[in-house]
């Protein structure tokens, strides 16, 4: 099990508490992951250019096939190395902005719901 660091989901900052980093751990870590997998550029993460998502390739936000986009995300999701199975998984989208419902079940038999949305 690895160490991670609680990062606030509406600002993205660190959670600091009495001058102490929070730490996140469980099911709360592998969803924090998965925020984080989400919201990253492809490349941008210099340790690994395959991290993250082509949000600015024209193949996200700007296109409206849903087909092209929603398993580019579930594989996405199924990297993370705590993800068994995606039980449920939904994309919508408006113009360019982009929802994102889906249903997880981890190795450790917990089940998350994660719902994200993207603004292009």
Known sequence: MSL???????DYDFRIIGGRLQRVTGADA???????RL???LGEW????RFGL???DGEMLGASNSRLISPLI???ILKDPEVEAVLSFAVSQIGRQLSIQA??????????SLSEVFNG
């Open 30 to 36: 592998v969803a924090q992951r998965l925020r984080v």
């Open 4 to 10: 991670s660091i609680h990062i606030d989901a509406v």
């Open 46 to 49: 210099f340790l690994d250019r």
């Open 74 to 76: 579930r594989r996405e």
């Open 39 to 41: 919201h990253a550029y």
């Open 54 to 56: 082509p949000w600015y």
């Open 103 to 112: 249903t997880v079940r981890t190795t450790r038999g917990d089940t998350l």
